[in-house]
């Protein structure tokens, strides 16, 4: 199977055995840097998580999905951006920020995508705070707008930003900020916010 692939693939890029030229991009950097592997592991465990869960009965449960899907990449990023020797930070608090930043953005895309991923059997939304809210799956299936659905979406919103401001404060820790849609964390965090804030507008 392909993930089974990626893991052998994986294992040998870090002892410096890349099998293409994008694994060889990543052994190089690998080898510049102090990049642990588990958040790759933990990202390729998360696409077979995917594979065999379309629902999450909670927060924590999603939380854990956040986490493989994009809170691996924040994970990842640190150790190539580097914290400044003279941060005050600790290494926990900065790491801390760049999981916020992947769960943040990771919420956002979930929030963005509700319909499409519903059309693709998938509903990345707990299942008990849509109980606690009144909906069921039916309101997002047939699109229903209603007041429940409104504010559930409030609720929902505030959360994603609340990652947001977690993540903020570790963002002048960094030392090496490249520009570009997947490189400076300010340009997830304004893109992100931007379509909240569209999203809170169209409710
Ligand atoms: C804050 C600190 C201390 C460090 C930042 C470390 C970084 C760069 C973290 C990035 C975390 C992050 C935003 C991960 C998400 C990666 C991901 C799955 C991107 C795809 O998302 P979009 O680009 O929004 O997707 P669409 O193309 O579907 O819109």
């Known amino acids: 199977m392909v993930l089974e692939r990626w893991e052998k693939q994986l294992n040998d890029l870090f002892e410096g055995q890349p099998c293409d030229m994008y694994d060889a ?3 190089d950097t690998v080898s510049k ?3 642990d592997i588990q958040p790759f592991r933990d990202m390729i465990e998360g696409m077979r998580l995917d594979l065999r869960k379309s629902r999450y009965n909670n927060f924590d449960e999603l939380y854990l ?3 493989y899907a994009a809170g691996t990449v924040g994970l990842m990023s640190v150790p190539v951006m580097g914290i400044a020797p003279e941060s005050m930070a600790s290494t926990e608090s900065v790491h801390n ?3 916020a930043l ?3 953005n990771q919420l956002t895309n979930i929030l963005r995508d509700v319909r ?3 059309r693709r059997g998938k509903v990345y939304l707990p299942q ?4 606690q809210a009144g909906l069921f799956e039916d309101d997002i299936f047939l699109r229903q707008v209603t007041e429940k659905w409104r504010s559930f979406m409030k609720g929902q919103i505030k959360r994603a930003r609340m990652f947001f401001d977690k993540a903020e404060k570790g963002v002048v820790s960094l030392t090496r900020l490249v520009d570009g849609r997947y490189g400076h964390p300010y340009c997830y965090m304004g893109r992100s916010c931007m379509q ?3 999203m809170t507008i169209s409710l």
Do not use: F
């Not at 008990?128 to 109980?131: G, P, T, V």
């Open 25 to 27: 991009a990543l052994s």
């Open 33 to 35: 840097y102090p990049v």
């Open 65 to 67: 999905y956040c986490y």
């Open 97 to 99: 920020a760049a999981l």
């Open 102 to 104: 992947g769960i943040a």
């Open 116 to 118: 499409e991923d519903a």
């Open 128 to 131: 008990d705070e849509l109980a």
């Open 196 to 198: 909240l804030k569209l």
